[in-house]
């Protein structure tokens, strides 16, 4: 007897091809808001121009999909020349390409698009009651598709943080309240952490990186009740924290140096006030909000108060553990997300208070584990025991198993819901400022 694919995976090819045109219409959106004038722009280094990943997302569809079916038109040149981003670990790289008029790309995106979508129903209804492996299933391609899209709406998100245009002076958005005597750390007892997802679940879809399960035991410690803010942050960049070479690893006090490093990207001072950038505006430094920095800054400002970042078991333990020595889908139980729980899926371009979403606590009364910006972990990213990379994709994860790279836990506001689920991991070098990511402090008991 065959094992059926996932409900998730083999759902109705009506619902998977209506997420994928969601999933287009987001970034659709995006580059209407980019603008043609803009798409030239290459706002950080480390990154193409926005021009390429025009072109990318339907060639990285294109190349994933087209094997499945009757190929409904022959190679074209934009298949290759947009096939790979760039993730450069030494800084500013030079954009090989003279690239392609926006009206060229475009065209090609719609014969692209066109083509698969004549040929995607097809390919599903061929599928709907096989028995395959569902990781070579077209239906887990789709899905691969949609979340690659979808992680690149990220992308362009915080690329547009750093873009050029002209930023007003904003006003304060009003301060989020703290919770009057509520503890700035909670002791979470010695548990067991189960990292990652079986390959055997049938639950849905994954990469290759989530699997295979890994129980890990993790002794008592804190863990910040919620991340670390802008105002408390303030505090580090008051006190020297940029300047003392003791609180940095050498590679990050190395960063420092040669990009002269002297607070979060995020930030800057203007007229003698801190202020922080939005996509249109500066706006004073709302104490309350999340810091977004890299692991480099993350980690010194951990050590500058005696602490250290919480591994990703230990992020695990405090987001889906409970007292009694269970485990959680998502921290507040088992109820799907919802706005209640938290600021992802788009919902806002810019951060709440650190304090807000009491309805997403873990069992532990941990905050903000879910939005509001990723977490950085001590961890490298590195695979689990058994780890086998994805045929459709071999260097998905491998080729940043180099101990240079982070993992992140959480979401950010403008992170699809669908990351949410718990065996996610993402992942960034550790000198990489421009994410929207945060962190909370740890200590062990």
């Keep these: 007897m065959t094992v059926p694919v996932a409900e998730h995976i083999r759902c109705s090819r009506t619902h998977l091809l209506a997420e994928l045109g969601e999933a287009r219409r987001r970034t659709d959106t995006l580059f209407d808001l980019i603008g043609p004038a803009r798409l030239t722009e290459r706002p950080i280094g480390e990154r193409h121009p926005f021009l390429f990943y025009l ?3 339907e060639a990285f569809d294109w190349n994933l999909l087209h094997g499945r079916f009757d190929r409904p038109r022959g190679p074209l040149p934009f298949d290759r020349l947009f096939a790979f981003g760039i993730d450069p670990l030494d800084g500013n790289v030079d954009a090989p ?5 926006p009206g060229e790309i475009h065209a090609y995106n719609r014969v692209t698009r066109s083509a698969l979508d004549a040929a995607l129903p097809k390919a599903l209804d061929a599928e709907r009651f096989s028995g395959d492996d569902p990781h070579a299933n077209t239906a887990f391609l789709v899905h691969a598709a949609i979340e690659h899209r979808l992680m690149h709406a990220e992308t362009m998100a915080y690329m547009l943080y750093r873009s050029a ?12 309240v703290r919770e009057a005597g509520g503890p700035s750390s909670l002791h979470i007892p010695a548990g067991k952490a189960t990292l990652g997802i ?20 993790v002794p008592a410690f804190e863990i910040g009740r919620c991340k ?17 070479a003791s609180l940095w690893t050498a590679e990050g006090w190395h960063w420092r140096e040669r990009a002269d490093v002297r607070h979060p990207a995020f930030w800057q001072r203007i007229d003698g006030r801190w202020h922080v950038r939005t996509p249109a505006e500066w706006i004073p430094l709302p104490a309350d909000w999340p810091v977004y920095v890299s692991h480099s800054e993350a980690s010194a400002y951990a050590r500058w108060a005696g602490a250290t970042l919480p591994s990703e078991a230990q992020w695990h333990r405090a987001a889906f553990g409970t007292p009694d020595g269970g485990e959680r889908p998502m921290p507040w139980g088992d109820a799907a997300p919802d706005a209640s729980r938290g600021l992802f899926d788009f919902n806002a371009w810019t951060p709440g208070s650190v304090d807000a979403h009491p309805a997403g606590d873990s069992a532990f009364g941990v905050r903000g584990l879910v939005g509001n910006g990723w977490e950085w972990t001590s961890t490298p990213f590195a695979p689990f025991e058994g780890f086998r990379a994805h045929a459709f994709y071999p260097g998905y994860s491998a080729d940043f198993f180099d101990g240079r790279h ?4 959480g979401a950010s506001p403008r992170t699809a819901a669908r990351f949410l689920r718990r065996s996610f991991r993402n992942w960034y070098q550790a000198n990489y400022p421009y994410v929207f990511a945060g962190f909370r402090c740890a200590r062990s008991r």
């Design 97 to 101: 390409h003279d690239w392609p008029e």
């Design 55 to 57: 072109g990318h997302l």
């Design 165 to 176: 245009v002209p930023r007003r002076i904003g006003r304060a958005p009003v301060s989020g």
């Design 406 to 409: 982070f993992v992140l836990k």
């Design 198 to 217: 079986a390959r055997s679940s049938l639950r849905g879809f994954a990469w290759d990186n989530e699997h295979d399960t890994s129980v890990v035991d």
């Design 228 to 244: 670390v803010s802008n105002g408390e942050y303030l505090r580090f960049v008051e006190a020297g924290g940029y300047e003392d």
